[in-house]
């Protein structure tokens, strides 16, 4: 029984990850965006249901991911409006 409910699973989570890379927009950094919020709650569900505290390099490991976010996701690009401009494209 419980390979039966494993191909359910993993038949539903394969649409889950494919269905988003349709997006019209920038996916690999919304994807990226993504990855750095699920470590830092990846840390948070293990201090709360779990107890476990994060070590230093727990920490360490999810600043730099949520950096490697920042940079990824709000770096000027050529070409592209910046995010922080007031200024409309006419």
């Known amino acids: 029984m419980s390979w039966i409910l494993g191909a359910i699973g993993g038949f539903v989570l394969f649409p889950y ?3 988003p ?3 019209p927009s920038h996916f690999h950094r919304i994807y990226a965006a993504y990855g750095g919020i699920f470590i830092v ?6 201090l709360i ?3 476990i505290v ?9 600043l730099v991911a ?8 709000y770096a000027p690009r050529r070409g592209e409006e910046k995010l922080w ?5 006419h």
Do not use: K, W
């Not at 709650?41 to 293990?46: D, V």
């Not at 994060?54 to 999810?62: K, L, R, W």
């Not at 401009?85 to 494209?89: E, V």
């Open 66 to 73: 949520c950096v490697g976010v920042a940079i990824i996701y």
């Open 85 to 89: 401009s007031n200024h409309q494209r």
């Open 49 to 51: 249901f779990e107890g």
């Open 21 to 23: 890379t349709f997006q």
């Open 17 to 19: 990850g494919i269905v």
């Open 41 to 46: 709650l990846g840390l948070l569900r293990g």
């Open 54 to 62: 994060p070590d230093m390099f727990d920490v360490i490991g999810a």
